[in-house]
């Protein structure tokens, strides 16, 4: 069995993590070490609220089953679920790791960004003759960008150049588009340059190449600008960035070796950080492979991420379209089956055990739940690219045994599915980092979060729907339906009877000498009668036939001819009435005249023109009725006289 090594991780440094793995990943080899990354994405709601449910993906890890743990602390911004997690590793007393923040009782190993940063400065002010340096950076509080402004005070301070608070910028976060539109409303203000920008990331150095560029500032004659990350893009512009390479893919790898060696959990080991000098300092640069080939990977890049937009269109629309639970599960599996460029050619979703019982729950909001549960249920598993039969497993397993290769070392990237606060499951690819790369991952996720409570949604109106549909059709005496029920259910019903090539049949109910009943005994009597009559029709015909209390005293019934094989149901709702009468005691004998019409699919009959034949039918009922009733009394009138 291979040997495995947990990796806690937030996904949001994409760059960092896969070259961090990427290192993991060549240390590994050759060795049977399987690399299990639990990674997810922290965000904020559309209330501003932060969201850590993500977070509970770390809940999949037992660390008893694993042979090391690497924590990308500084990646995962909650304070309390790293002490949580510190606090189960060293009760296991596993081998771990934590990258570039302390956790007390781990081993830390972290990149040098001072060292990289500092040299870069240094080169600017000695070599390029700058004096003038400004520093820019966002508002995050992380140390890897404390540490590049401490190398930028203490450059400054060694060169005897003054530090001027005034020079130090803040922009909300380092991102492209914050730091693009600073830069547009710097220079558009007016304001003096300085003669260099050191920036706390490349993405904030190439938004201000980016400006420089659009309003004809040159860079490196008028301004130089120094990056940090050496992402592939500062190689590949024009003039190309000055930066500094973070190390990452040695930091994966020494995090492996270090491991397997031994740690001390109280060292802590740092992994320099070295510049890279291009044209924006004013260095030379010539054109390299990258920078002749980075065309075509922008055009690749764009298409993939064509591609995954659609990918996530139709995995919505397959949410939103889904009329019942079978057919979500039949359509999503089908769906990943056919398509999973993105999930890559191994890969299981897996759902808690009692997932579909969750989406058909009615409730507003689901409780908060950040637990996976004993067992969890794949709704999709593909292994070389072959779908499999859907398996429940107990979830310390975390994968299905056919994805565990015992011959080679692997990686099984996990992602959450959930939705607010409410954890549905999980995804987990075998040797597929695709999802890192543009965050598709959390957009995969939060996609599925948002698919599945739709879903229950969609569901929960639909019982809501239904629920006022009965209400608002419903007879509150008799518990039959009322005429709004003949508009709205019977009608459609007739239709469908219709287009199924279905004969309608169609019974109508009488109370005999209502008039009588409600005279001379009261109308809680004439209540009684009808709640019995109503009662006496709904018990004898099929559960799944309508039956409309039509008028004050009169009850239709519409069925078809899929659950009917000719039964006299006239006599059998009298024979019940009666019945139910015998014991009852009433003053008076409570009976009712009934009529039946069958209507053929063919027929062009409305259904208020059938009504109106089966009520002429069941006058004819009733006039015998009232006949013999009649007779009946002249005979005893006659016998008393």
């Not at 990943?25 to 449910?53: C, H, Q, W």
């Not at 055990?353 to 409730?363: G, K, M, P, R």
Request: aromatic share 10%; with cysteine.
């Amino acid at each position: 069995m291979n040997r495995r090594i947990a990796v806690l991780s937030s996904g949001w440094s994409s760059h960092f993590l896969k070259d961090f793995i990427s290192g993991m990943m060549r240390a590994v080899e050759g060795k049977n070490i399987d690399i299990y990354l639990f990674n997810t994405y922290n965000y904020t709601e559309y209330s501003g609220f932060p969201n850590y449910t993500g977070l509970s993906i770390f809940n999949l890890i037992n660390y008893d089953d694993f042979d090391g743990v690497v924590i990308l602390s500084d990646l995962i911004a909650n304070q309390r679920v790293l002490e949580k997690e510190r606090l189960r590793i060293i009760k296991a007393q596993k081998p771990a790791i934590t990258i570039n923040k302390k956790l007390q009782g781990i081993c830390c190993l972290r990149v040098d960004n001072y060292s990289g940063v500092y040299e870069a400065l240094n080169h600017l002010i000695k070599m390029h003759n700058v004096n003038d340096i400004a520093y820019i950076s966002g508002k995050e509080t992380s140390i890897d960008i404390s540490e590049r402004y401490k190398a930028y005070v203490e450059v400054l301070k060694e060169n005897n150049i003054k530090f001027e608070m005034e020079k130090v910028y803040n922009i909300e976060t380092c991102d492209y588009h914050c730091a693009y539109n600073y830069f547009n409303d710097f220079i558009k203000s007016g304001k003096k340059l300085p003669q260099a920008f050191c920036c706390a990331n490349d993405l904030i150095a190439l938004a201000l190449l980016k400006v420089c560029s659009e309003n004809k500032i040159k860079i490196p004659e008028q301004l130089k600008i120094i990056g940090f990350d050496n992402l592939v893009e500062t190689e590949c512009t024009s003039p190309s960035i000055t930066t500094v390479k973070n190390s990452a893919d040695a930091l994966g790898a020494e995090s492996v070796m270090r491991l397997l060696r031994g740690v001390n959990p109280h060292q802590i080991l740092n992994v320099r950080s070295t510049p890279v000098f291009r044209q924006s300092c004013g260095c030379g640069f010539s054109t390299t492979s990258e920078q002749k080939s980075f065309p075509l990977n922008i055009l690749d890049e764009a298409n993939r991420k064509a591609e995954f937009d659609s990918h996530m269109e139709t995995l919505e629309e397959i949410f939103t379209e889904a009329g019942d639970v079978f057919t979500l599960l039949t359509n999503i599996e089908n769906f990943f089956v056919k398509s999973h460029n993105f999930e890559g050619p191994d890969f299981c979703i897996f759902m808690k055990s009692d997932w579909t019982s969750v989406l058909i729950n009615s409730a507003e909001n689901l409780p908060q739940n950040f637990n996976y549960g004993a067992q969890v249920q794949s709704i999709c598993s593909v292994q070389n690219n072959q779908k499999y039969l859907r398996e429940m497993i107990p979830t310390r397993e975390l994968i299905p045994a056919k994805m565990k290769t015992e011959d080679k070392s692997n990686v099984f990237l996990f992602l959450p599915i959930f939705h607010h606060s409410y954890v549905h499951g999980y995804f987990v690819a075998k040797n597929n980092l695709k999802m890192i790369d543009n965050r598709y991952g959390y957009r995969w996720s939060r996609n599925m979060g948002n698919g599945i409570e739709l879903f229950r949604k969609r569901n929960m109106f639909k019982q809501m729907s239904q629920q006022y549909l009965r209400l608002s059709t419903k007879d509150a005496l008799s518990g039959a339906l009322n005429r709004q029920g003949l508009d709205k259910l019977a009608k459609p019903f007739y239709a469908q009877n219709k287009k199924n090539g279905l004969t309608t049949v169609l019974f109508f109910v009488d109370i005999n000498k209502m008039k009588h009943i409600n005279d001379q005994f009261g109308h809680l009597h004439g209540d009684l009668a009808v709640k019995t009559v109503a009662a006496a029709a709904m018990e004898t015909v099929p559960k799944n036939w309508l039956c409309i209390r039509y008028g004050g005293d009169e009850f239709l019934i519409v069925g078809n001819s899929k659950n009917y094989n000719g039964e006299d149901y006239c006599t059998m709702i009298k024979e019940r009435l009666a019945t139910k009468t015998a014991n009852m005691h009433l003053p008076y004998n409570l009976s009712a005249s009934v009529g039946t019409y069958s209507v053929p699919p063919q027929s062009e009959l409305t259904l208020e023109q059938a009504v109106e034949t089966v009520d002429n039918i069941m006058y004819e009922q009733k006039q015998a009725f009232h006949k013999e009733h009649d007779e009946e009394q002249e005979t005893k009138n006659e016998n008393t006289d």
